[in-house]
Structure formats: C-alpha cells, structure tokens
C-alpha cells in the first residue's frame, strides 16, 4: 500500500511524464493556445466597438430625423456606412421636399 507521499509523488510524476511526450512541442501548443484565446478577445473587443459605432450612428440619425435637418441627415448619409446611409439619404430626400413645400 502506497503512502500518501509516495501517491503525490506519483501525480507529480505523471505531469512530468505528459510534458515529457510532448517534448519541445509543449510550449508551442501553450503559444498557440495563448494565440487562439487573445484572437477570441480581441475579437470580441472590435464587434463591441462596431456595435457601439453602429449604435450611435443610428441615435444620431434618429435625432436629425426627428428634427427633419435635411443637411445633418445629407452629412449622416455621406460619413455613416453600413444599414443607416440609404435611410439617411431617403429622410434627406423627404425632409427637403417637406421644407420646400412648407
């Protein structure tokens, strides 16, 4: 029967044995795992920050549509990309011939 020192020595040889058979390629499997996790971050950071962007592009031309501003709309239409240049160009378009037609 094994002591209880002889079994930890036991699992600490068994960690030794795995990075054994793995040799030298151990740490670049720890490289490219620490590659693939900082890739999902980073990731996760720039589609956060584009939903932000897309967000406030949105808001901003909520407001200038709300105001009926056909040159702050026209400016939405031509900085912003995306879903929210065409509504911007089409409310431009409208809130020009409300303004004439006023």
Same mark, same amino acid.
């Given at each position: 029967?094994?002591?209880?020192?002889?079994?930890? %020595?036991?699992?600490?040889?068994?960690i030794?044995?795995?990075?054994?058979?793995?040799?030298?390629?151990?740490?670049? @499997?720890?490289?490219?795992?620490?590659?693939?996790?900082?890739?999902?971050?980073?990731?996760?950071?720039?589609?956060?920050?584009?939903?932000?962007?897309?967000?406030? %592009?949105?808001?901003?031309?909520?407001?200038? %549509?709300a105001?009926?501003?056909?040159?702050?709309?026209?400016?939405?239409?031509?900085?912003?990309?995306?879903?929210?240049?065409?509504? %911007?160009q089409?409310?431009?378009?409208?809130?020009?011939? @409300?303004?004439?037609?006023?």
């Amino acid at each position: 029967m094994k002591t209880e020192e002889q079994v930890e %020595a036991t699992e600490f040889n068994d960690i030794n044995d795995v990075l054994a058979l793995l040799g030298p390629y151990w740490r670049a @499997i720890a490289g490219v795992c620490t590659l693939v996790v900082g890739g999902v971050v980073a990731f996760s950071l720039v589609s956060a920050n584009r939903t932000t962007a897309r967000e406030a %592009a949105w808001t901003e031309f909520l407001g200038a %549509a709300a105001n009926r501003d056909p040159v702050a709309l026209e400016q939405i239409a031509l900085n912003s990309s995306g879903s929210v240049a065409p509504w %911007a160009q089409q409310a431009a378009a409208q809130a020009k011939l @409300i303004e004439a037609s006023a």
